[in-house]
């Protein structure tokens, strides 16, 4: 199926996912910094401590903000909003427009893959 992505689109005010969970958020990050710097055993607390602020910083940026993303399937154009803090770590601009993304659907729910591999969840407000 061609899909096509938009550019993203941002406004304000919808209220935060409930299932947000900044402890897994934290966790994830600090465990790819790990990774990214080549695995220096004894820096637990520093990669806690630098993933707890650049999470917190990217919640910040992202509360209260509406975050969407547009597909086009067949011609038509999907929005799907998501929030940040269950966008497992995604952020606008990952994918440019024009791409080709693979995608599916499941009742209100539309699943983007990622260039990494993990697909964005989001909610289709719009068709």
Do not use: C
């Amino acid at each position: 199926m061609a899909t096509h992505v938009s550019p993203e689109s941002e406004s304000g005010g919808i209220p935060q996912d409930a299932a947000y969970d900044l402890h897994e958020l934290i966790r994830r990050r600090a465990e790819e910094i790990y990774e990214r710097s080549g695995k220096i055993r004894g820096r637990d607390v520093e990669n806690w401590t630098q993933a707890e602020e650049e999470i917190r910083r990217e919640a910040a940026r992202y509360a209260g903000r509406r975050i969407a993303v547009v597909v086009k399937v067949n011609g038509v154009d999907y929005v799907g909003e998501y929030t940040f803090t269950a966008a497992d770590g995604y952020a606008p601009g990952e994918f440019a427009a024009g791409d080709s993304v693979a995608v599916r659907f499941d009742e209100d729910k539309m699943y983007v893959k990622r260039p990494n591999g993990k697909e964005l969840e989001t909610r289709v407000v719009k068709i």
